[in-house]
């Protein structure tokens, strides 16, 4: 069954420097996604990504966040300047468009450790 | 922001017995809602949705059932297996026109199922 692939699973940064997350959508999916879990909270959503445009942010999704499908397979997540709150797990999630009420699929995430 | 709200942390079960997850929701513009399951290290797998024009959705062992009057929703597992055992998430969106579906995510639910 096809899969969202997220790279790397963890990744090391210190603050102030810029991390990219990369995923790889299931191929016929069209709605790409971005969440992310701090330990112990919620899972969030970040951004919505259509039709290569961003099509809904969250207040969590400033200037600092970026995305990007640079490609026809890859959607990335660019944080500019990390901060230590910025520490979570992130998950890409992809959707297809029809038939209608179609569910979201998840990858296994990235772990981002600022120190 | 309590929109989604799951207020057990945590459920244990015998095998073989029936599990129920509840969850409950604030924003009456949600009209589709999802249970996903998460074991550690790996992203939110799909595992059953209901939109709002049905009161029940069934697909094997899982059953989700809607209360759109008590704005309530469940996930009955029968019979429940040790590898059911997992994070159990419920999640709303809005599906209408325009609407770019993304998931508010309850805290989750711990399920332990006993051998």
């Known amino acids: 069954e096809p899969e969202v692939t997220q790279t790397p699973s963890h990744q090391v940064t210190q603050m102030g420097q810029e991390v990219i997350l990369r995923c790889v959508p299931i191929?016929?999916?069209?709605?790409f996604y971005w969440y992310r879990q701090i330990l112990g909270q919620k899972v969030e959503f970040l951004v919505s990504f259509y039709n290569n445009e961003i099509s809904e942010k969250s207040e969590i999704f400033d200037d600092q966040f970026s995305v990007e499908r640079p490609d026809g397979s890859n959607f990335t997540l660019k944080i500019r300047s990390t901060k230590l709150e910025d520490s979570a797990m992130y998950f890409c999630?992809?959707?297809?468009?029809?038939?209608?009420?179609?569910?979201?699929?998840f990858g296994d995430g990235t772990r981002l450790s600022i120190l | 922001d309590q929109q989604v709200k799951q207020n057990s942390p945590s459920l244990s079960v015998q095998e073989g017995r029936i599990s129920i997850l509840n969850c409950d929701y604030t924003n009456s513009m949600f009209d589709y809602f999802l249970w996903y399951k998460k074991y550690p290290a790996e992203g939110p797998t799909f595992l059953i949705s209901i939109s709002s024009i049905k009161d029940k959705n069934e697909d094997g062992r899982f059953t989700v059932f809607l209360n759109k009057s008590a704005k309530h929703l469940s996930l009955h597992i029968v019979p429940s297996q040790p590898g059911d055992s997992a994070v159990y998430f419920c999640?709303?969106?809005?599906w209408g026109g325009g609407s770019n579906y993304k998931l508010t995510f309850g805290k989750g639910t711990l399920l332990t199922v006993n051998p």
């Open positions: 999630a992809s959707r297809r468009t029809q038939p209608s009420n179609q569910p979201q699929h």
């Open positions: 191929s016929n999916h069209l709605y």
């Open positions: 999640a709303a969106s809005v």
